[in-house]
């Protein structure tokens, strides 16, 4: 009886991927944050109660994880940030979904923090 082993570098590939995929986003130190400026131009819900932005000459957005859930208003963030100047801070982390949204450490406007998960 002949075996096949060609599954086995298949499942190893999909268990490495699927690591990936679903390891937490690292909240980093402030200092190692990569940072973004720009004028709002959109911000709504997406995903799982995500508050996502969208910045002037960007291609990519920013998101809140469960920032709805976690005291943002998306109201209030609208009638605040809509066309304002905000300064995003971000970790620096690769994953393969994709690079098209990042997910936000730090939100600052005017000199004030909006919301921030850095210590």
């Not at 699927?18 to 200092?31: A, Q, T, Y």
């Not at 809140?64 to 109201?75: A, D, T």
């Not at 979904?97 to 450490?105: A, P, Q, V, Y």
């Amino acid at each position: 009886m002949k075996t096949n082993y060609w599954f086995i570098p298949i499942c190893v590939v999909f268990l490495v991927l699927g690591v990936l995929i679903i390891s937490p986003v690292p909240i980093p130190d402030e200092k190692d944050c990569l940072i973004v400026k720009g004028k709002v131009v959109e911000i709504y819900e997406a995903g799982v109660k995500d508050a996502v932005f969208r910045l002037a000459g960007q291609n990519r957005t920013f998101y809140v994880n469960r920032g709805l859930e976690r005291g943002l208003e998306l109201e209030k963030l609208q009638a605040e940030l809509m066309d304002k100047e905000i300064t995003i801070k971000y970790p620096k982390y690769w994953t393969p979904l994709g690079n098209s949204s990042k997910h936000i450490s730090k939100i600052e406007s005017s000199g004030h923090t909006i919301f921030t998960e850095i210590d």
